[in-house]
Nanobody
Framework: QVQLVESGGGLVQAGGSLRLSCSTSGIIFGIAPMGWYRQAPGKQRELVATITTGGSTNYQDSVKGRFTISRDNAKNTVYLQMNSLKPEDTAVYYC?????????WGQGTQVTVSS
């Protein structure tokens, strides 16, 4: 059974930082490209950042230079370090794993940035 469990969300003031974690089980983590997505109220879910099995990263333009995605294959965990947070970063953040032909999602963690 594949499980992705996000943690680390919360309430932070603009300019602050948060580190999200996504712990996985039920997959061979080292062969799974991973990503972080977010969904704000009334909006569609959007890509935030991805990381390949080899460590190559890709970011949405609005978070470049502020967010960093990383992975620890020994801990089966992917991280999202978020700095210089803005109110428009407020959303539920979801972890994603692409494993064989399927997409797997966590339950999401709320990030709220106050102005």
């Amino acid at each position: 059974q594949v499980q992705l469990v996000e943690s680390g969300g919360g309430l932070v003031q603009a300019g602050g930082s948060l580190r999200l974690s996504c712990s996985t089980s039920g997959i061979i983590f080292g062969i799974a490209p991973m990503g972080w997505y977010r969904q704000a109220p009334g909006k569609q879910r959007e890509l935030v950042a991805t990381i390949t099995t080899g460590g190559s990263t890709n970011y949405q333009d609005s978070v470049k230079g502020r967010f960093t995605i990383s992975r620890d294959n020994a801990k089966n965990t992917v991280y999202l370090q978020m700095n210089s947070l803005k109110p428009e970063d407020t959303a539920v953040y979801y972890c994603n794993a692409k494993y064989w032909s399927s997409n797997y999602w966590g339950q999401g963690t709320q990030v709220t940035v106050s102005s």
